[in-house]
C-alpha cells in the first residue's frame, strides 16, 4: 500500500484536489473536517495541512498532517502569503487513505494537528502501521472520529508513547439554511474583524498561552468569513471566526455584554454567509459545553449521535 515511506504517496495537485472534494461531499458529515479542508484549499485558502490517501480515487483513509515541508507541492504558486500545504495519496486515483497535516515551526505547537478520515478502519490500522507518516517520536495533536481511537490506542501502547485527551466535542450541522429560525437583530451593529482585533480574540482563546495562538488567528481573519458585534465606540464584544476546515467557532462574548442575544445573531449571520459563500455550515462543541449545545440545537444545528471527534496529543 505505502510501501512504508513517504514518497511513495501520490501528491494531489490542483485537479485532482478538486475530485478529492467531490468525493468527500458524498460522505457528508463525517468528512466535514477534512472536506473542510480540501475546500478551502481549492479556493486559494491559506493552509498548514498537507493531504495524504492511501489509494486514488477510491479511497478508504484520508488524513491531514502537518506539513513538513516549508514550501509544499501542491501550494498554489499565487498564493504568496500562504501556509504551505501538500495533499499526499498512495495512488491516483483511487486512493483511500489521505492524510492531512499541517506545518509548524515550534515544537510543543499545539496547533500541529493530524486530521484523519476513514472508511475503512482495516486499511486504516495498516496505513498508520507501515507507512512513515506519522513520527512517534515528536509531539503531534491528532483530530479523528472517536470510534478510530482503539487503533491508536494500540499503537500508543506498542510504541509506549504517552497520550492525553485535549476534547472530545459534538459535530454540529445545518443542513438545510431556511431552517434557521427569525433572528431579531434590530439595533445591532455587526461588522467583521480585523487584524486590530487579534490581541482581544487571542487573550479570550483557551490557547492563548502558546506561541502560535496570535498568528493562527491572524491567519483565520485575514483569510476566512468573521463576524463580530460593535460597542457604541466601534469596538467588538462578541465574535465568531472560521477555522481553516471552514468549521465555524471561536464564539465568544464579554463578560459585560452576555445575555443580549449576541451570539444568536452572530452564529445565524455567519451561517447565511457560509451558505451564500458555498462553505459547509458545521462547527465542534465541547461536550461539556451544555450551554453552546443548546444554542446551535435551538438555531436548527442537528448532530449523528453516533459520532464524535475527539482531539488528542502525543509526546
Request: glycine share 6%; with cysteine.
Amino acid at each position: 500500500m505505502w510501501a512504508g515511506q513517504q514518497s511513495n504517496m501520490k501528491v494531489l495537485g490542483k485537479d485532482e484536489l478538486q475530485v478529492a472534494e467531490q468525493v468527500l461531499l458524498q460522505h457528508l458529515p463525517k468528512s466535514y473536517k477534512v472536506y473542510g479542508f480540501i475546500h478551502g484549499i481549492n479556493r486559494n485558502k491559506p493552509t498548514t495541512q498537507q493531504v495524504v490517501a492511501d489509494s486514488w480515487p477510491d479511497f478508504k483513509v484520508i488524513i491531514c498532517r502537518p506539513d513538513p515541508m516549508m514550501y509544499g507541492f501542491v501550494v498554489l504558486r499565487n498564493r504568496v502569503k500562504s501556509d504551505p500545504a501538500q495533499i499526499f495519496v498512495d495512488k491516483w486515483p483511487h486512493f483511500s487513505v489521505v492524510f492531512c497535516k499541517p506545518f509548524c515551526k515550534q515544537e510543543n505547537d499545539p496547533f500541529r494537528i493530524i486530521f484523519v478520515f476513514a472508511t475503512n478502519e482495516a486499511v486504516l490500522e495498516e496505513t498508520i502501521r507501515k507507512s512513515s507518516l506519522i513520527d512517534w517520536t515528536t509531539y503531534f495533536g491528532l483530530g479523528i472520529n472517536n470510534s478510530h481511537m482503539e487503533i491508536f490506542k494500540k499503537m500508543v501502547s506498542e510504541k509506549n508513547v504517552p497520550c492525553r485527551k485535549i476534547s472530545v466535542c459534538h459535530r454540529m450541522r445545518l443542513e438545510d439554511i431556511s431552517k434557521l429560525p427569525p433572528i431579531d437583530s434590530s439595533g445591532i451593529s455587526l461588522s467583521s474583524l480585523d487584524e486590530s482585533h487579534i490581541g482581544l480574540v487571542s487573550q479570550t482563546w483557551k490557547f492563548v498561552e502558546h506561541e502560535g495562538a496570535d498568528g493562527m488567528i491572524h491567519r483565520m481573519i485575514s483569510n476566512f468569513p468573521s463576524c463580530c458585534v460593535l460597542d457604541a465606540d466601534g469596538r467588538p464584544v462578541s465574535w465568531i471566526l472560521t477555522y481553516n476546515s471552514c468549521a465555524m467557532g471561536m464564539l465568544y462574548t464579554l463578560l459585560e455584554h452576555r445575555g443580549k442575544g449576541y451570539a444568536k445573531v452572530l452564529i445565524s449571520s455567519m451561517a447565511k454567509r457560509h451558505h451564500a459563500l458555498g462553505l459547509p455550515v458545521y462547527c465542534f462543541i465541547e461536550e461539556e459545553n451544555t450551554t453552546s449545545y443548546r444554542l446551535f440545537t435551538n438555531l436548527g444545528f442537528t448532530e449523528d449521535p453516533s459520532y464524535r471527534k475527539a482531539w488528542f496529543e502525543f509526546n
